[in-house]
T-cell receptor
């Protein structure tokens, strides 16, 4: 296993279109996180899963955003009716929840450009 | 609410010079503290972390950071920078071990030859 992978790496879309991103975590990791990073900012938390359950959603995650992790492995993040303000890097991270601290490992991100 | 402040948006140093990147956090208790590095087109890489104990922590690539409780600071240092250190550096806090990470806005490091 080479780490967290994300697909696609880049996505250009027109305003109003729907887009879906995929994240494959490190195989034994039960926690999966989504963050968004806009230009000149640090990553901001969007949501996270423990196994299949979505445990927390940020207020940044508007109704147009939906995330799933149906089998507790890979996750998808869908944005409906994209807006120019959605242009950002979407980062996925995974970790193994346990008794001790477990590092969140980040994927390379999906860069979304909304025209 | 907890927050992380990195007061320097850009820093430029000459290759071989020493480096210090500043970070202050706001939180009632001592959170877990981190420094990440992000190179263009790359994901975030953890440089070092502080949980408790010795306030001077060593990381990868020759970086170290010092936790100062009285100043709520966690500054990153390197005695001699290399051109390959040019990247964006993020200070971050983590309230609970499984919770979300809160990042600062980042400091972009430029290296002069």
């Amino acid at each position: 296993d080479t780490g967290v992978s994300q697909d696609p790496r880049h996505k250009i879309t027109k305003r109003g279109q729907n887009v879906t991103f995929r994240c494959d975590p490190i195989s034994e990791h039960n926690r999966l996180y989504w963050y968004r990073q806009t230009l000149g900012q640090g990553p901001e938390f969007l949501t996270y899963f423990q196994n299949e359950a979505q445990l927390e959603k940020s207020r940044l995650l508007s109704d147009r955003f939906s995330a799933e992790r149906p089998k507790g492995s890979f996750s998808t993040l869908e944005i409906q009716r994209t807006e120019q303000g959605d242009s950002a890097m979407y980062l996925c991270a995974s970790s193994l929840s346990g008794d001790s601290y477990n590092e969140q490992f980040f994927g390379p991100g999906t860069r979304l450009t909304v025209l | 609410a907890q927050s992380v402040t990195q007061p320097d948006i850009h820093i430029t140093v000459s290759e071989g010079a020493s480096l210090e990147l500043r970070c202050n956090y706001s939180y009632g208790a001592t959170p877990y503290l981190f420094w990440y590095v992000q190179s263009p087109g790359q994901g975030l890489q953890l440089l070092l972390k502080y949980f408790s104990g010795d306030t001077l922590v060593q990381g990868i690539k020759g970086f170290e950071a010092e936790f100062k409780r009285s100043q709520s600071s966690f500054n990153l240092r390197k005695p001699s920078v290399h051109w390959s250190d040019a990247a964006e550096y993020f200070c971050a806090v983590h309230m609970n071990r499984d919770d979300k990470i809160i990042f600062g806005k980042g400091t972009r490091l430029h290296i002069l030859p």
